[in-house]
């Protein structure tokens, strides 16, 4: 039992956040790029995901701190071409039930005065919940029919950037929601600063844009969840306008462990 007290104080601290999760890193178009580290001291400052503050779960809809977890900033971005390949991985996820959200914001300008703020959000992938039968809506009763179980520790997510989004600075979000606790969804989103090259001149119209926070309203039938009832009709739709850009080519999902 020779643990430096680094390695103890890393693994304490390990410990303490493993019921959660974040984005832990990007690969991007092939290259790997960290996500933030939120422990205190930040281990991981000039990182192209915007620095939050801790990794508890956001419990309302309404929170400030949907748009990025808190982040309002981050030292690097992350150049991608339009039609290329952004997987998110988190290093430790462990809640099985809920949709996965990935969201676009076009910055004006510059990364440091990018806010996320009006309703300039669109969706560019999401996934539910595709089960069928009464016995696969709660993780305790496997098979899962979520996409989201595919992430229990340590998964990732693979998105497209549509090949004709307009080239420009992008703020992306990956947003999950966990619905495991029956009425009580838990938020967990993060942005990375991305910039997206290409000569495409896509950019989606209102429909599909919302405002973060304000995608969402807590009494949503899709956002308070009775999970665990098992005598209601178990389909859902994952919230939010619908899904911008998406061809009928780039809909294959893949998933890294
Ligand atoms: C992206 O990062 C590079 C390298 O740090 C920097 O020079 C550039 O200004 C950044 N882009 C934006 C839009 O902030
Ligand atoms: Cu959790």
Request: charged share 15%; aromatic share 10%; glycine share 10%.
């Amino acid at each position: 039992m020779l643990f430096s007290a680094t390695f103890s104080a890393v693994a304490l601290l390990a410990a303490d956040v493993a019921a959660h999760g974040a984005v832990t890193s990007y690969i991007i178009d092939g290259k790997t790029y960290p996500g933030y580290q939120g422990f205190s001291p930040a281990n991981s400052k000039n990182v192209i995901q915007r620095q939050w503050s801790d990794y508890n779960p956001i419990f309302q809809c309404s929170d400030a701190k949907m748009r990025c977890n808190g982040g309002t900033s981050a030292t690097m971005n992350a150049t991608v071409p339009a039609g290329g390949d952004v997987a998110a991985v988190w290093q430790q996820w462990t809640h099985s039930q809920g949709p996965i959200l990935v969201w676009l914001y076009k910055c004006p300008g510059a990364f440091s005065s990018c806010t996320g703020e009006g309703v300039g959000w669109f969706k560019i992938d999401e996934a539910g919940f595709h089960g069928d039968g009464v016995k696969v809506f709660l993780d305790t009763e496997k098979p899962s029919g979520w996409d989201i179980a595919k992430l229990v520790g340590g998964g990732s997510w693979k998105s497209t950037i549509p090949k004709n989004l307009a080239p420009g600075n992008y703020l992306m979000r990956h947003e999950l929601i966990a619905l495991h606790q029956a009425n009580n969804p838990q938020f967990y989103p993060e942005c990375a600063q991305i910039v997206v090259t290409g000569s495409g001149t896509g950019e989606p119209d209102s429909s599909y844009k919302a405002a973060i926070p304000g995608y969402c309203k807590q009494s949503d039938p899709n956002i308070k969840v009775p999970i665990n009832d098992h005598s209601l009709p178990q389909t859902y739709k994952v919230p939010g306008p619908p899904v911008w850009g998406k061809s009928s080519a780039s809909k294959a999902r893949s998933f890294e462990a």
